[in-house]
T-cell receptor
Framework: KAGVTQTPRYLIKTRGQQVTLSCSPI?????VSWYQQTPGQGLQFLFE???????NKGNFPGRFSGRQFSNSRSEMNVSTLELGDSALYLC?????????????FGPGTRLLVL | EDQVTQSPEALRLQEGESSSLNCSYT??????LFWYRQDPGKGPEFLFTLYSAGEEKEKERLKATLTKKESFLHITAPKPEDSATYLCAVQAPYSGNTPLVFGKGTRLSVIA
């Protein structure tokens, strides 16, 4: 079974630009979560989508947004990029119906903001 | 607020030298505790899920255990390929597929 895939793997942007990252979950997984990983803060939850609806949201500014499509693929968008948005952005998929279901992570997208 | 603390931050072992990593948590009712391994520049790789105190799971040289306040990841006779950052995460009992709260990780180096 193919794992979680994320595109692009690397991205360089400048301050003020916007960026869109894509995530394809494991086949059959309907929940997609996004996390930001930085050396200082570690892994922090951004948001979770299930059935094209945002079900949970972390403590990030409104510049961070996402969406999910009917095939469970998800995108996240960051507008007006800041230097501090440089991070590894990770997507995780899971079966949402079961209690404590394991989340499986993709390889991440490394974003560098100059 | 749910908290996860991992110790030590970094651990250097000789090949074959067994040790344990600690993950302590404060969460009102645990829905699941997860261990992941992360190699540099890659996404976390799932290792174990533990649901209740007293539960243990094993995979090759790794064994995870869970109590009401902490979890241990025991590494028996480690090899250099076990070098990685080990992450612990908890999931609290809210509705839906709630987010994972991660610790900062333990960086393990195994020297041949």
């Amino acid at each position: 079974k193919a794992g979680v895939t994320q595109t692009p793997r690397y991205l360089i942007k400048t301050r003020g630009q916007q960026v869109t990252l894509s995530c394809s979950p494991i086949s059959g997984h309907r929940s997609v979560s996004w996390y930001q990983q930085t050396p200082g803060q570690g892994l922090q939850f951004l948001f979770e989508y299930f059935s094209e609806t945002q079900r949970n949201k972390g403590n990030f500014p409104g510049r961070f947004s996402g969406r999910q499509f009917s095939n469970s693929r998800s995108e996240m968008n960051v507008s007006t990029l800041e230097l501090g948005d440089s991070a590894l952005y990770l997507c995780a998929s899971s079966l949402p119906e079961l209690v404590g279901e394991t989340q499986y992570f993709g390889p991440g997208t490394r974003l560098l903001v100059l | 607020e749910d908290q996860v603390t991992q110790s030590p931050e970094a651990l250097r072992l000789q090949e074959g030298e067994s040790s344990s990593l600690n993950c302590s948590y404060t969460v009102s009712g645990l829905r699941g505790l997860f261990w992941y391994r992360q190699d540099p520049g890659k996404g976390p790789e799932f290792l174990f899920t533990l649901y209740s105190a007293g539960e243990e799971k094993e995979k090759e040289r790794l064994k995870a255990t869970l109590t009401k306040k902490e979890s241990f990841l025991h590494i028996t006779a480690p090899k250099p390929e076990d070098s990685a950052t080990y992450l612990c995460a908890v999931q609290a009992p809210y509705s839906g597929n709630t987010p994972l709260v991660f610790g900062k990780g333990t960086r393990l180096s195994v020297i041949a």
